[in-house]
């Protein structure tokens, strides 16, 4: 099987409102700042393209074909798309290039989130018959989730509330944050509730934006003598789509996903996880079975902001980031779509 | 069991979702200046085609478009049909003529009504120019135009559609 190459990564900034701009202006900036990452034209220069987005986030049906005009598609290109999180863009560029139908793949992933309220809109991805008509929003259905957490002593308030002032503290580093800065313990705890036991600052700031990657063969990598970073696992499971039959405080698709794509095989120096509330990101450093000495969300993770549809892919750029700067040579990347927690990817990257 | 349960076909759960939609910073430019009746295109820096209206990239070769051109009201028929069936809510009675028509000196064409024609000698290549409607009543709308009319030019080459000069068929 041909190993993976990660050549190139660019995130925009979080907006909580991305003023006129629309998809194309959106994408394009990311795009071209990979293709000059790595010294390429447009996606002529790639064998295969594919994006995630959510028509639904739009209100427009094939909203996502719009964003083709950003690719520079004349003559015809390869090219595909996933209603989802970029992440799974990119795992079905993996799988294009191990079937040896491509040697590298251009990802992107956006999303203006503020359109539309987003929460409700969320609501219409639950089941048809039984939960969308009932419009449960995903706030409400994380605020479940967090409900029973506490009320097993699987967690604590304040335990949330470290969570959220560790991520908005490291995203000061971070220039594409919506949210960073000291805050204590306390003055978060103090916050009135927003869907209790949530509270405002439990949820994490959602943002309209765009996200892109690079990847290819370890060959195509060294034919363009660009630095790498080797993505040596990757796996993806989804739970069933009713709340009911699953065990909510406990992620066993990561926990299966992290063990096919060999997590444990070596130190997690890093894990950037897509845990879109607080308490999320306590379920997830379980499943991942993650020591003390891993640095969670260095770069404040999407509590700093959440890119939809492409805060996935985001993840895995950070890692890809601190292993090509020096920092660090092994590291965890997590992405999540669905209520819940319902779906999770899990990637592991090395140093080359 | 004592009773038959009834068949369900279908349930009915509607969907009800607020946008604010916003169509993107150049289609908004272009918007904003039909309502002062101008037509706004761009050009790409790249492959020099002008697009109206513009999206702000060129979909060719994938970069934004940022330079304006100011197109006339003066176009030629790329392709057309004639609508010979009423379209439900659609105010226009048939027969009407739709038309793909290339404003001169643009590169892409756009979709527009054609009138104050004889339906059945519209052609590929004819030449036809805006009607307005009053300034007073325009807004950030395409329909600013009413329609285009057949004016008496000369009909353009199939293989020069598309490539005109903004000066039209003598530049």
Sequence with gaps: ?352 | MSEQAEDITGIETPVYLQYHFTAGSAPARFLSRIREGVLTGQRCPRCSNVYIPPRGSCPACGVPTEEEVVLPDKATVQSFTVVAIPIPNNPIKPPFVIANLVLDGANISFIHLMSECENSAVHIGQRVQAVWKPEEEWTYAMDNIRYFKPIDEPDVPVDQIGKLPITGLEG
């Design chain 1, 1 to 352: 099987m041909k190993d993976i190459a990660i050549v190139a990564f660019s995130q925009s900034d979080c907006l909580a409102q991305a003023g006129a701009a629309n998809e194309v202006e959106l994408i394009m900036p990311q795009l071209h700042a990979v293709f000059q990452q790595v010294g390429l034209n447009n996606a002529q220069d790639v064998d295969f393209v594919c994006s995630g987005s959510c028509d639904y986030m739009q209100g427009a049906a094939f909203a996502f074909v719009a964003g083709v005009d950003a690719l520079g598609a004349v003559p015809p290109i390869k090219e595909s798309h996933v209603e989802m999180d970029a992440a799974w863009a990119l795992y079905e560029s993996i799988l294009k290039i191990r079937m040896g139908h491509a040697d590298s793949a251009l990802i992107y992933g956006f999303g203006r989130a503020s359109s539309g309220e987003l929460p409700t809109v969320l609501s219409q991805q639950l089941d048809p018959y039984y939960l969308a008509p009932l419009w449960v929003d995903t706030i409400s259905l994380a605020a479940l989730q967090a409900r029973m957490m506490l009320d097993q002593e699987l967690l604590t308030e304040r335990d949330m509330a470290e969570v959220v002032a560790r991520c908005r503290r490291s995203a000061m580093n971070n220039p594409h944050a919506r949210l960073s800065g000291e805050v204590s313990i306390e003055s978060l705890l103090a916050e009135p509730g927003l869907v209790s036991p949530l509270r405002k600052s439990d949820c994490a700031p959602v943002a309209d934006g765009a996200a892109a990657m690079i990847i290819c063969t370890v060959e195509q990598a060294h034919e363009w003598s660009v630095p790498y970073a080797l993505l040596s696992g990757i796996d993806h499971r989804i739970e069933t789509h009713n709340l009911g039959m699953r065990d909510l405080t406990n992620s066993v698709s990561t926990r299966l996903a992290a063990q096919t794509a060999g997590v444990a095989l070596g130190p997690v120096e890093v894990a950037e996880l897509y845990a879109p509330f607080s308490h999320q990101e306590i379920i997830l450093s379980r499943a991942l079975d993650l020591k003390n000495d891993t640095k969670i969300n260095p770069s404040g993770g999407v509590m700093a902001g959440n890119l939809m549809m492409a805060s996935g892919l985001s993840r895995i750029g950070e890692v890809f980031k601190r292993i090509v700067a020096g920092e660090i040579t092994r590291g965890v990347a997590h992405a999540t779509s669905g209520p819940c927690l319902q779906h999770n990817l899990v990637a592991v990257l090395e140093s080359a």
